[in-house]
């Protein structure tokens, strides 16, 4: 079956950095979509970083220049590298990846982000 395991998470002063990553187990990485979404307390799980299948990415703007989503097929294996962190960021970060064309996903089972001083 498919697996996902997260790991990097922790807790950082503010202007510090981290590297996520997620190791994908039971997919073909190539062939799926992989991202990164968080979910901060008391809010809904939002869209952080996507990247598709064929390189392309995208950032939700309040990363956009901190934020670098990448991924290493041969590895199945998605980062996030995530630089200038603020406490805002601070949220449970979920791996995600989604099958090109028949949509099927599959969820991490998050790792915690904490940005305090």
């Known amino acids: 079956q498919v697996q996902l395991v997260e790991s990097g998470g922790g807790l950082v002063q503010p202007g510090g950095s981290l590297r996520l990553s997620c190791a994908a187990s039971?997919?073909?990485?190539?062939?799926?979509?992989m991202g990164w979404y968080r979910q901060a307390p008391g809010k809904q799980r939002e869209l952080v970083a996507r990247?598709?299948?064929?390189?392309?990415?995208n950032y939700a703007d309040s990363v956009k220049g901190r934020f670098t989503i990448s991924r290493d097929n041969a590895k199945n294996t998605v980062y996030l590298q995530m630089n200038g962190l603020k406490p805002e960021d601070t949220a449970v970060y979920y791996c995600?990846?989604?099958?090109?064309?028949?949509?099927?996903?599959?969820w991490g089972q998050g790792t915690q982000v904490t940005v305090s001083s």
């Open positions: 995600n990846v989604r099958r090109v064309m028949y949509g099927n996903e599959y």
């Open positions: 039971g997919i073909i990485s190539r062939l799926y979509h």
């Open positions: 990247i598709t299948n064929s390189g392309p990415t």
